[in-house]
């Protein structure tokens, strides 16, 4: 008897182990995934399949697919006792993601059955394929340089195009990668350099995906810090300098009010600044048009087009916007008032004949000085001496002086005015013109002629190389005898 019992025992595990029965306890019910870490197929349904005919309304309130992220979107749908679930979206290769039942389903027959089952399970791949983070230099957390490269590796050939989708900075900045030729690592540059005392948080998505289109098992995000610079920058010092780009500017004394009316002005800061901002945030005011060059990162010059104004006192601004290349701004705005060394351009005298009462050095619109045009006939000449204070030593300056002066016939008014032949410049600082078409006083007519010699001033008018203008116009009457 023990011995039938023993070999019945013997032939029950056999058939057990040929599968002819299933000792299971989930014999009322089966699932796709069907154990866990399945791999599922685009064409393998999800599902559930009852062993007996369950109340459908409450069966489908427990069925849920999910992933990292939280609860997957879908649809049920029955076919007989099945279950089906499909998502609103395709699910993604080589994602994790969680098969979940859990509920006491009523049967239409009557009672219930308790079913808890969690299976996680991959779409197309398994983890093993799925593309990640294999190191990230400097690690987040740490404290980078203005310039410095972010490399990120992969375990696997990544699709450069999709990086660009999937990868972000905030705040925003521009930037480039650089990738290797395997395409499994990149490194991320910024086109200018990363803003000083600024954390940059870096998200990676998983829109990127490797050369065969599997994206990364999960969103990587990293914060990494900038930390080049703390003192803020100054201005050390103001000067006036030589306006010679091929000398770099030489200084020539630290005091603005000494400039010359082509003088440059230099800013020495503290430390390399950008240039861009720098330069927007200086202004001098009245408004001078001018141009700016840096010799150094350090120091700005800035040089009038047309020179310094004579007599004009000048503000020279800087706001604290101004900004060092490591991104930090001036501690405050910055003033300083000036006014060029310019001398006054003055007409000391005006010359002509010694017995007509010249030189004089006080002149008059109203009072007017006799002069004897020379010559025995018409036309009659004359010729009159201009003596400044203040030297013409080129051509240009000099033109500018001939042509602001002019004499015309003010009475009768019929009378021709003279003209000028000859411009001689006795010194840098003395002119002659020789005029014709004086008309000499006749007794026959009994009619005085008379000139008004003006001589212009104004920056308009009479101006040296230095900048020097007479303040308003001269005028001389004069009457020939």
Same mark, same amino acid.
């Given at each position: 008897? *023990?011995?039938?019992?023993?070999?019945?025992?013997?032939?029950?595990?056999?058939?057990?182990?040929?599968?002819?029965?299933?000792?299971?306890?989930?014999?009322?019910?089966?699932?796709?995934?069907?154990?866990?870490?399945?791999?599922?197929?685009?064409?393998?349904?999800?599902?559930?399949?009852?062993?007996?005919?369950?109340?459908? *309304?409450?069966?489908?309130?427990?069925?849920?697919?999910?992933?990292?992220?939280?609860?997957?979107?879908?649809?049920?749908?029955?076919?007989?006792?099945?279950?089906?679930?499909?998502?609103?979206? /395709?699910?993604?290769?080589?994602?994790?993601?969680? !098969?979940?039942?859990?509920?006491?389903?009523?049967?239409?027959?009557?009672?219930?059955?308790?079913?808890?089952?969690?299976?996680?399970?991959?779409?197309?791949?398994?983890?093993?394929?799925?593309?990640?983070?294999?190191?990230?230099?400097?690690?987040?957390?740490?404290?980078?340089?203005?310039?410095?490269?972010?490399?990120?590796?992969?375990?696997?050939?990544?699709?450069?195009?999709?990086?660009?989708?999937? !990868?972000?900075?905030?705040?925003?900045?521009?930037?480039?990668?650089?990738?290797?030729?395997?395409?499994?690592?990149?490194?991320?540059? $910024?086109?200018?350099?990363?803003?000083?005392?600024?954390?940059?948080?870096?998200?990676?998505?998983?829109?990127?995906?490797?050369?065969?289109?599997?994206?990364?098992?999960?969103?990587?995000?990293?914060?990494?810090?900038?930390?080049?610079?703390?003192?803020?920058?100054?201005?050390?010092?103001?000067?006036?300098?030589?306006?010679?780009?091929?000398?770099?500017?030489?200084?020539?004394?630290?005091?603005?009010?000494?400039?010359?009316?082509?003088?440059?002005?230099?800013?020495?800061?503290? /430390? $390399?600044?950008?240039?861009?901002?720098?330069?927007?945030?200086?202004?001098?005011?009245?408004?001078?048009?001018?141009?700016?060059?840096?010799?150094?990162?350090?120091?700005?010059? !800035?040089?009038?087009?047309?020179?310094?104004?004579?007599?004009?006192?000048?503000?020279?601004?800087?706001?604290?916007?101004?900004?060092?290349?490591?991104?930090?701004?001036?501690?405050?705005?910055?003033?300083?008032?000036?006014?060029?060394?310019?001398?006054?351009?003055?007409?000391?005298?005006?010359?002509?004949?010694?017995?007509?009462?010249?030189?004089?050095?006080?002149?008059?619109?109203?009072?007017? *000085?006799?002069?004897?045009?020379?010559?025995?006939?018409?036309?009659?000449?004359?010729?009159?001496?201009?003596?400044?204070?203040?030297?013409? !030593?080129?051509?240009?300056?000099?033109?500018?002086?001939?042509?602001?002066?002019?004499?015309?016939?003010?009475?009768?008014?019929?009378?021709?005015? $003279?003209?000028?032949?000859?411009?001689?410049?006795?010194?840098?600082?003395?002119?002659?013109?020789?005029?014709?078409?004086?008309?000499?006083?006749?007794?026959?007519?009994?009619?005085?002629?008379?000139?008004?010699?003006?001589?212009?001033?104004?920056?308009?008018?009479?101006?040296?190389?230095?900048?020097?203008?007479?303040?308003?116009?001269?005028?001389?009457?004069?009457?020939?005898?």
């Amino acid at each position: 008897m *023990i011995i039938r019992f023993t070999s019945l025992l013997i032939l029950i595990l056999q058939i057990t182990a040929c599968g002819i029965i299933d000792l299971s306890p989930n014999m009322e019910y089966r699932t796709n995934p069907s154990h866990r870490y399945q791999v599922m197929s685009r064409s393998d349904d999800i599902f559930i399949e009852f062993g007996f005919m369950p109340d459908k *309304i409450s069966a489908e309130s427990f069925l849920g697919i999910s992933d990292y992220s939280g609860n997957v979107g879908g649809s049920l749908s029955w076919k007989d006792s099945r279950l089906i679930f499909t998502p609103d979206k /395709k699910l993604i290769s080589g994602r994790l993601y969680n !098969f979940q039942y859990n509920g006491s389903v009523l049967r239409r027959n009557g009672g219930e059955a308790l079913i808890n089952v969690l299976l996680p399970f991959y779409f197309e791949t398994s983890e093993a394929d799925i593309p990640v983070i294999r190191e990230i230099s400097p690690p987040g957390g740490a404290v980078i340089s203005g310039s410095e490269k972010i490399r990120i590796q992969f375990t696997k050939e990544m699709n450069d195009i999709s990086f660009i989708k999937g !990868f972000s900075i905030s705040p925003g900045i521009s930037f480039s990668t650089e990738w290797s030729i395997e395409k499994d690592e990149v490194c991320i540059l $910024p086109d200018d350099k990363w803003e000083n005392l600024t954390a940059y948080t870096f998200n990676l998505t998983n829109e990127i995906k490797d050369s065969e289109e599997i994206p990364l098992a999960e969103e990587y995000i990293f914060t990494l810090y900038t930390d080049e610079d703390h003192e803020t920058p100054e201005i050390l010092s103001t000067e006036s300098a030589v306006s010679d780009f091929a000398a770099q500017f030489p200084p020539l004394n630290n005091d603005l009010n000494s400039l010359k009316y082509s003088d440059a002005v230099k800013i020495i800061f503290s /430390k $390399p600044m950008n240039m861009e901002i720098t330069e927007n945030a200086l202004a001098v005011t009245p408004y001078i048009a001018g141009r700016y060059f840096w010799p150094e990162n350090a120091v700005l010059v !800035f040089i009038p087009e047309k020179g310094w104004k004579q007599g004009t006192e000048y503000l020279l601004f800087i706001s604290k916007a101004a900004e060092s290349e490591t991104g930090l701004c001036l501690r405050e705005n910055y003033e300083e008032i000036f006014t060029p060394d310019i001398a006054e351009l003055k007409l000391s005298e005006i010359g002509g004949r010694a017995e007509d009462s010249f030189p004089v050095s006080s002149f008059s619109e109203s009072t007017c *000085i006799d002069i004897q045009p020379y010559g025995v006939s018409s036309p009659w000449s004359y010729y009159f001496t201009f003596n400044f204070s203040r030297p013409f !030593f080129d051509d240009k300056s000099r033109f500018s002086a001939q042509n602001s002066i002019s004499l015309s016939c003010i009475y009768p008014p019929s009378g021709g005015s $003279p003209w000028p032949v000859k411009y001689s410049w006795l010194s840098d600082y003395s002119l002659m013109i020789n005029y014709l078409g004086f008309t000499p006083y006749s007794s026959d007519e009994d009619i005085f002629h008379y000139y008004l010699l003006e001589i212009k001033g104004g920056e308009s008018g009479i101006i040296n190389n230095e900048g020097s203008f007479l303040k308003k116009d001269i005028k001389q009457l004069l009457r020939a005898r």
